[in-house]
């Protein structure tokens, strides 16, 4: 059964740090680009961070850039998303995501595969 879990998500205090996980069952992510993505209550789901397959390259939105970073681990069949400097604006459930072309895409459509979710709050 093919099946992405997210985990790591919690309460944070601003300026905390999280390490998210995505970890990958029934398939191998070494041929997938692993896209993040978060989803605050009440707007759209929209992209967080990429990292492709094919040559490992990344890929940030402008609000998380400098402070979150992925990574992966094939050998682990897992990817990781380190977020520093959280803010209270990063609150959102954040969901990742395997998109079977390799290739960093924004463009949720062009995804295979989701996990269900994790719920990340930041606040004091």
């Known amino acids: 059964q093919v099946q992405l879990v997210e985990s790591g998500g919690g309460l944070v205090q601003p300026g905390g740090s999280l390490r998210l996980s995505c970890a990958a069952s029934?398939?191998?992510?070494?041929?997938?680009?692993i896209g993040w993505f978060r989803q605050a209550p009440g707007k759209e789901r929209k992209g967080v961070s990429c990292i492709s397959s094919s040559d490992g390259s990344t890929a940030y939105g402008d609000s998380v850039k400098g402070r979150f970073t992925i990574s992966r681990d094939n050998a682990k069949n897992t990817v990781y998303l380190q977020m520093n400097s959280l803010k209270p604006e990063d609150t959102a459930v954040y969901y990742c995501?395997?998109?079977?072309?390799?290739?960093?895409?924004?463009?949720?459509?062009?995804?295979?595969?989701w996990g269900q979710g994790t719920q990340v709050t930041v606040s004091s």
């Open positions: 995501a395997a998109d079977r072309s390799g290739w960093c895409t924004t463009d949720i459509d062009e995804y295979n595969y």
């Open positions: 029934g398939f191998t992510l070494d041929y997938y680009a």
